[in-house]
């Protein structure tokens, strides 16, 4: 029989830029944190919903806002739209932080501005481009402003630009960025 983890035992470890994923409004690649217990509840919600058979195995799940604390509630309702299917980073973040690069299976527990749990995706698979060559599709995945490419790189740049001098990245157009595709796989009550 398949042993079934509880909140308790999964990895939570890593928040991955997105805007959506920033730690603090100072510092959004400060020290990861750990599984809240209103984050870990909600993820044990989700598995009680899932039959034995089809609980994930081992998993990976972080909790984080998604952006930060002031537009996580806007990007939540893009999630909700159905909008917003996507979120990228750079591919140094990660490595500059120790943590592993994202894969299809992985868990994000969105928070809103309470730091209450809102949404849980699943990873459902990652593509990778250097900045210059990231293509439309995935603005369009992403869903903000205007959802055009020259508003993806704008924003993004901009967004990015303070960390990349710690980030080891001297072009911006030459850094490695990772995108994530979500599925929404269970709700708060009341959404």
Avoid: Q
């Avoid at 924003?155 to 960390?163: E, I, M």
């Amino acid at each position: 029989m398949d042993e079934v983890r509880n909140g308790s035992d999964v990895e939570t470890m890593r928040t991955h830029y997105d805007f959506s994923k920033m730690k603090s409004e100072t510092n959004p690649y400060a020290s990861r944190p750990k599984m809240t217990p209103r984050a870990r509840a909600f993820w044990n919600a989700y598995l009680s919903r899932l039959p034995p058979s089809r609980r994930p195995k081992k998993p990976f799940v972080e909790a984080s806002y998604a952006g930060n604390r002031h537009c996580t509630d806007h990007l939540i309702a893009l999630y909700l739209e159905g909008k917003k299917t996507a979120g990228s980073s750079l591919v140094r973040d990660f490595i500059s932080n120790g943590d592993p690069l994202p894969n299809a299976g992985n868990y994000w527990i969105v928070l809103d501005s309470a730091g209450r749990p809102r949404i849980l995706a699943r990873t459902v698979r990652t593509e990778r481009h250097p900045f210059k060559d990231v293509p439309k599709s995935v603005a369009l995945a992403e869903g903000e402003g205007d959802r055009s490419l020259r508003h993806w790189r704008r924003v993004h740049r901009k967004a990015y630009a303070p960390f990349l001098k710690r980030w080891g990245i001297a072009d911006i157009d030459e850094a490695e960025v990772i995108t994530e595709h979500f599925k929404l796989v269970h709700l708060a009550d009341g959404l």
